[in-house]
């Protein structure tokens, strides 16, 4: 079980950190994502993370700006937002996959979802 937290309200140009829980007595998954899913659009990839070596990956409108990272103790994912855009208002969703790597990361990947968090960026 997934439970993403730290969604809100944001100013273009400021910074956000959502952070991923994960319960259950068994952690199975080699990698975790985040997705975000705006109106009427489709649910776009953000960025992954290998949990074994913490190795991220990003989708191509976040990379340099957002950060990826996870505490394997704490079993926890973070992502940090910096120089938020309006376009990045979504809900956004934290994910896990059995899958220990991938050269093209999609949604169908992930087994496990959280129920998602709003971000809202203004202008």
């Known amino acids: 079980q997934l439970q993403a937290s730290g969604g809100g309200l944001g100013q273009a140009g400021g910074s956000l950190e959502l952070s991923c829980a994960v319960f259950g007595r068994r952690f199975g998954y080699f990698t975790m994502g985040w997705f975000r899913q705006a109106p009427g659009k489709e649910r776009e990839l953000v960025a992954t993370?290998?949990?074994?070596?913490?190795?991220?990956t990003y989708g191509a409108s976040v990379k340099g700006r957002f950060t990826v990272s996870r505490d394997k103790e704490q079993r926890t994912m973070a992502l940090q937002m910096n120089s938020l855009k309006p376009e990045d208002t979504a809900v956004y969703y934290c994910?896990?996959?059995?899958?220990?790597?991938?050269?093209?990361?999609?949604?169908?990947?992930?087994?496990?979802w959280g129920l998602g968090t709003q971000v809202t960026v203004s202008s």
């Open positions: 994910a896990a996959s059995t899958r220990y790597s991938s050269t093209n990361w999609r949604a169908s990947d992930f087994t496990s």
């Open positions: 993370i290998n949990w074994d070596s913490g190795a991220g």
